[in-house]
């Protein structure tokens, strides 16, 4: 039989890991009844091939109205309240 290791949460729910998995980085993870799999995960996986999907055709209008709001290239603000922002545009 395998061994059973058991996790127990912290007093705010959090598990901490074995040492062997805390240098992971991320996590698959399988929730099967009342148990969690993980899985360490060395690369992210590709997205699954959807070249069999139809292509949406996009109203003309509504093609026009994005090429116009993606060719701005403005520099973004960075601002805690609109009128930090508002401020720092006049500057």
């Given at each position: 039989?395998?061994?059973?290791?058991?996790?127990?949460?912290?007093?705010?729910?959090?598990?901490?890991?074995?040492?062997?998995?805390?240098?992971?980085?991320?996590?698959?993870?399988?929730?099967?009844?009342?148990?969690?799999?993980?899985?360490?995960?060395?690369?992210?996986?590709?997205?699954?091939?959807?070249?069999?999907?139809?292509?949406?055709?996009?109203?003309?209008?509504?093609?026009r109205?994005?090429?116009?709001?993606?060719?701005?290239?403005?520099?973004?603000?960075?601002?805690?309240?609109?009128?930090?922002a508002?401020?720092?545009?006049?500057?």
């Open positions: 039989m395998a061994e059973v290791n058991i996790l127990k949460t912290d007093s705010r729910g959090r598990i901490t890991l074995p040492s062997p998995f805390r240098n992971e980085p991320l996590f698959e993870y399988m929730v099967e009844g009342d148990q969690i799999i993980l899985y360490p995960v060395r690369t992210v996986r590709k997205y699954p091939d959807m070249s069999d999907i139809p292509a949406e055709e996009l109203a003309p209008e509504w093609i109205r994005e090429e116009e709001v993606n060719k701005d290239t403005r520099r973004g603000i960075s601002a805690y309240t609109p009128t930090q508002i401020k720092r545009i006049k500057k």
